[in-house]
């Protein structure tokens, strides 16, 4: 089944950080675009951050100079680094693909075709 894996969700406290994984279940990463969303109680998915084919970065305003995005292409993974979290940063994280290739990618949920299950994150003291 063509579908990514997201692990490395947990409880942290404010100002914590923690590492999201996606890794790659029966396709591959390779020249895709690989999203973050989020999904808080109550509220809408909404995109956090993407990273390109060509590996460009794109975040949402509310996560820039606090979450980094990057992959491992020989890992066939995408990770999304969460610094300073706060407790607006409580939601259920969601991996997708868009099986096209493109140089820039976009926080917009029509453009990925493949989630994964999603990973809690919780930010509490």
């Known amino acids: 089944q063509e579908q990514p894996v997201e692990s490395g969700g947990g409880l942290v406290q404010p100002g914590g950080s923690l590492r999201l994984s996606c890794a790659a279940s029966?396709?591959?990463?390779?020249?895709?675009?690989i999203a973050w969303f989020r999904q808080a109680p109550g509220k809408e998915r909404e995109g956090v951050a993407c990273?390109?084919?060509?590996?460009?970065?794109n975040y949402a305003d509310s996560v820039k100079g606090r979450f980094t995005v990057s992959r491992d292409n020989f890992k066939d993974t995408v990770f999304l680094q969460m610094n300073n979290l706060s407790p607006e940063d409580t939601a259920v994280y969601y991996c997708?693909?868009?099986?096209?290739?493109?140089?820039?990618?976009?926080?917009?949920?029509?453009?990925?075709?493949?989630w994964g299950q999603g990973t809690q994150v919780t930010v509490s003291s």
């Open positions: 990273i390109s084919s060509y590996s460009f970065p």
């Open positions: 029966g396709f591959t990463f390779n020249s895709r675009s």
């Open positions: 997708a693909v868009d099986l096209g290739f493109s140089s820039n990618c976009e926080l917009a949920r029509n453009e990925y075709s493949h």
